[in-house]
């Protein structure tokens, strides 16, 4: 077995985290989304507590459109179809999610006058009521699995790559 021809056992590492990456991350946007979808009005309610908009157009169309988006990058990282795009639309909705969620934590917290890691509430991704800290620590896993994708090279997409993953060895002709 000449050197071409020998597994490159040191390569399929960056090629399967990325592919666990784009099925973890695609899946779950894909099931949050749709867990939105299915249940509009309490979506509305949800974003209208953050106060980030007051008029109505703009709070139905936030509440129409963002679950339908989610749906829309989790098919396609799901897909591998524009891998890096979708990484960075994930990367531009987590971070400013994130933002508005720990802002309302803290206001929650400081109403409450509890401790920040016991602050819980619905905020809005799909999953029902959430520890503030594990969400935020959800949510810095996920902006990493994102920026990873965003970063991580790519094998070439043409029919011959396509037919053979990077995750393989190549088998000689």
């Given at each position: 077995m000449n050197d071409s021809t020998a597994p490159r056992t040191g390569s399929r590492?960056?090629?399967?985290?990325?592919?666990?990456?784009?099925?973890?991350l695609g899946g779950l946007y894909v099931f949050m989304g749709l867990s939105k979808a299915v249940q509009p009005v309490e979506f509305l309610k949800l974003v209208r507590q953050y106060e980030l908009v007051d008029a109505p157009f703009w709070l139905n169309l936030i509440a129409a459109t963002l679950p339908w988006?989610?749906?829309?990058?989790?098919l396609l990282l799901l897909?591998?179809?524009a891998v890096r795009g979708a990484a960075l639309v994930s990367l531009g909705m987590l971070i400013p999610f994130t933002a508005v969620v720990w802002r309302r934590a803290l206001v929650l917290q400081a109403a409450s006058q509890i401790p920040f890691c016991a602050v819980r509430f619905d905020c809005g991704c799909g999953?029902?009521?959430?520890l503030i800290c594990y969400k935020l620590i959800e949510n810095g896993l996920l902006m990493l699995l994102s920026g990873w994708l965003l970063a991580a090279p790519h094998p070439c997409r043409n029919s011959?790559?396509?037919?053979?993953?990077?995750?393989?060895p190549r088998q000689s002709s």
């Open positions: 590492w960056p090629a399967l985290l990325t592919l666990l990456a784009r099925l973890g988006f989610e749906v829309f990058c989790g897909g591998g179809v999953a029902g009521e959430v011959s790559s396509m037919a053979r993953s990077s995750l393989w």
